[in-house]
């Protein structure tokens, strides 16, 4: 599916947090279009003198971090290419994006003790290299990306980004061996060793694969969005790899929002995002053979154009703009309406959502004034705007799976 879509590793994460204080993401559907830099600013500037600071005390014990309100876990997507030893480089792949209405640029802040080189920035719609500046700030340095154009309202802005860091802290040799070790608070993440290098170990439950040209592939999820630790050693091979098909399964960055209206209604508001890669001058709504949507829309998220959806046979798609001519384009989709589901329901006072879901990311927001009690899957709970939801992490080595949420009503007093 969308050209990129792979199987899931199976293992599942679960970090469960409840939180009692109002959410701050704006209205209209900001968790899909929020940008991780905004993010972590509103997230540092909401933390300033309340009780969850997040971190460590003195004496090395946790401190709470702050309550979840984010529908999504983080949304770009990085990949690091250990380059050849002895040159303490790696190669980053990186895909960041911009929602602030208006904005002209994307900011991408250089890790302190890295230094960067090597830079190139390319619109992902169009695969055309963008204008950039990479200036000092302090005592480091950052990428200001120009956009291909002003974001749009209800658009989002991305660029792709390579670059090329130089540390000897993260990349070292113990003898012949490769050590690299990094703190990565990224959610989708891949690593690549140096053709002729096989792995000793890694600390990270992941996806391994044989790319084309041999090399070997690590690709892994970080639920929690947090730092996460990765230690990889790695050893010379006489070793020929065979190539496989196996894709970057966490390149994928479809997301789907299930907005729940009460459930005597058996009733859904769906959001769906994805990028699709896939060569041509169409861009297929393969979502729709499990979301049968009232109300279609579908928006071009790079420009805000809406679509009128085309049929061909059982192949419902939308003509692009821009075909999809290489590996540096992809379409930015937006796929909105209202579904109806019997799995969706009352059932001995409990609200049962029993489903059938897809992709890596799916997000359940329960209606005011439910709590919920039982989750089959793993995923993370929070409060948006008041309203209780449960954000599933799709590790799974199947594209799809079946998940069951039970929530109870409260007794009016929100306790």
Known sequence: MYGMKPNRIAWFALALVVTLIPAWIAAQQPSMQQSPVGQQAQERSSQ????????????????????????????????????APGTEQFRIRYIPEETRPGATELVNATRGGSEGSDIEVHDPRTGKPLKFQYLQQGNEHAIHATLPSPVPEGGIGRVLIYKTYKDPRTYMMHGEDIIWVRSLSGYRLGVILPKGFSFISSNVAAQLTTLD?????LMFA?????????????????????PLQTA?????DIKTLYDLAEPEMHSMKIDQSYSDYRKGDRARLDSLAYLPLQNLKVIDLDIAKAYLPARNGTETFVKLDVPITDDKQSAHIRITGTLN??????EGGDLVFERTVHGLRNTVLLPAGWQVATVSQSGTIGLYQGRAFVALINLNSENQYRVTIRARKTNGSGR
């Open 48 to 83: 300033s003198g309340n009780p969850f600071p997040g971190g460590t005390n003195p004496d090395g014990s946790l401190q709470p971090s702050a309550p979840l309100t984010r529908l999504f876990t983080q949304d770009p997507y990085t990949e690091y290419a250990i380059l």
């Open 213 to 217: 040209d041999g090399r070997l592939k």
């Open 222 to 242: 970080n639920p929690s969005g947090q730092s996460n630790p990765v230690t990889i050693h790695a050893r010379r091979t006489s070793a020929n790899f065979t």
């Open 248 to 252: 970057d399964m966490f390149f994928d």
């Open 341 to 346: 589901d019997p799995g969706y329901r009352v």
